[in-house]
């Protein structure tokens, strides 16, 4: 498992040892119970313990505005912003040839259909920036360009960073990124 | 001196004490040389060894538009991107109350005579995005805004960055400055 070592393991496994049977069961059967239950949203492929998830049948949030991200994570971490008010599309991954993955692997061919059908207003591309992320959204900004008004996000310094601690690539997206200041 | 504690600053010590004569000398003297050459460029406030600097005199750069940083050390981040041809203005520090530096204490002043006189096309401010600069950015906005059109660099996630791992405030300032998609 994702950040457990041989040492965390074995204390993992000690702790387990000295509970009482019945917390130990009651574990397990968490474990069989979550798989058995979370399974992916029909519509935005976002975990879900029902057939569509809790952000797509809310009835307060923006329809008109889809935001497209790599992960459920990435939908938990903009959630958490408290910002962001419409619905969202998750792809499940990037595209990544060295991997294997194509655009055939990822939930690209349902967000067409739905951008297509629903025609929102607005898609977000909100993909880390790496090349896979990038290659991505040149793709999937390409397929969607048709239908609606396509944006990213915006790359650049983060908050409480510091030019002289950011990578040129990051600085030069700054510099090119410049917002006329609005007061 | 920064980053150096009691045990480096005696190591150092020793080291100097082990080597030829001659050297400490050369040591001692280069850095009195370079307190007395270097001062700041009376146009850009940045470090030069001459009374203006060889950015403020270079025949090849972009008289039209002036870069305000808080340091001289993000002229060097920013030069290091060579993706910026214009000129530059370095403030001196940023606005903080809380340390007794009001705007009177950085070379603001300097700033809005050189822009109300050459009236570039566009002033940019890349002031590293804390409390402190954003104060600064707005107070230096406000007064250049008369004479010229004033950006900002944009705010949002690194390159290479992660959705998960960035900040709450960073995720809001990147979808806030999203952009369309360009082909």
Same mark, same amino acid.
């Given at each position: 498992m994702p950040g457990v070592g041989p040492k965390t393991a074995q204390r993992l496994a000690l702790h387990l040892l000295k509970r009482p049977e019945a917390d130990v069961e009651g574990l397990a059967q968490a474990i069989i119970d979550a798989k058995k239950q979370v399974g992916l949203c029909k @519509?935005? &492929? &976002? !975990? +879900? $313990? %029902? *057939?569509?998830?809790d952000l797509c049948r809310h *009835? /307060?949030?923006? /329809?008109?505005i889809i935001c497209v991200v790599g992960d459920s994570r990435d939908v938990i971490a903009l959630e958490k912003t408290r910002e962001y008010q419409g619905k969202y599309h998750v792809l499940g991954g990037v595209i990544s040839p060295m991997d =294997?993955? =194509? *655009? %055939?692997? !990822?939930n690209i061919e349902s967000l067409v259909r739905r951008v297509s059908q629903q025609r929102p207003q607005e898609v977000i591309? $909100? @993909? /880390? *920036? +790496?090349v896979e992320g990038e290659t991505t959204t040149l793709y999937v900004g390409q397929l969607l360009k048709p239908f609606t008004k396509v944006t990213r996000i915006a790359f650049g310094l983060p908050m409480g960073g510091d030019l002289e601690y950011a990578d040129e690539v990051t600085l030069a997206r700054a510099l090119e990124g410049r917002r006329e200041l609005d007061f």
């Open positions: @519509i935005c &492929h &976002h !975990l +879900s $313990a %029902e *057939p569509v998830c *009835p /307060n949030r923006d /329809n008109t =294997g993955i =194509g *655009p %055939e692997q !990822l591309l $909100a @993909i /880390n *920036p +790496s």
